[in-house]
Nanobody, 116 residues
Framework: VRLVESGGGAVQPGGSLRLSCLVS???????????MGWYRQPPGKQRELVAD???????TYADSVKGRFIISRDNSNKKVYLRMNSLKPEDTAVYYC????????WGQGTQVTVSS
């Protein structure tokens, strides 16, 4: 099983991005129970959990992104998404997805840069 993140890029403050995470090598029966999360690692800082979604689609957000980010999942396609709105320079980071309770090997992440 491999995590493949995509969708990052460079945007101006106030912009939006949609990140995607494919749990490659997984099948529906093993992906759907996973409690998935999006993490980020700003330059020079530790990785932090910003949003997670349970198997029954209950979502939780860090205070720093609440009201701006939306996490969702597509179990049929083994994907997790992160819609990021009203982006701020402090959202600049490499974004990763992973299973919150049973972590897999980390993927390469996707870079998000918010700058004017």
């Amino acid at each position: 099983v491999r995590l493949v993140e995509s969708g990052g890029g460079a945007v101006q403050p106030g912009g939006s991005l949609r990140l995607s995470c494919l749990v490659s090598g997984s099948i529906f029966s093993t992906f759907s129970p996973r409690h998935m999360g999006w993490y980020r690692q700003p330059p020079g800082k530790q990785r932090e959990l910003v949003a997670d979604i349970t198997s029954d689609r209950t979502a939780t957000y860090a205070d720093s992104v609440k009201g701006r980010f939306i996490i969702s999942r597509d179990n049929s396609n083994k994907k997790v998404y992160l819609r990021m709105n009203s982006l701020k320079p402090e959202d600049t980071a490499v974004y990763y997805c992973n299973d919150v309770q049973r972590p897999l090997d980390w993927g390469q992440g996707t870079q998000v840069t918010v700058s004017s």
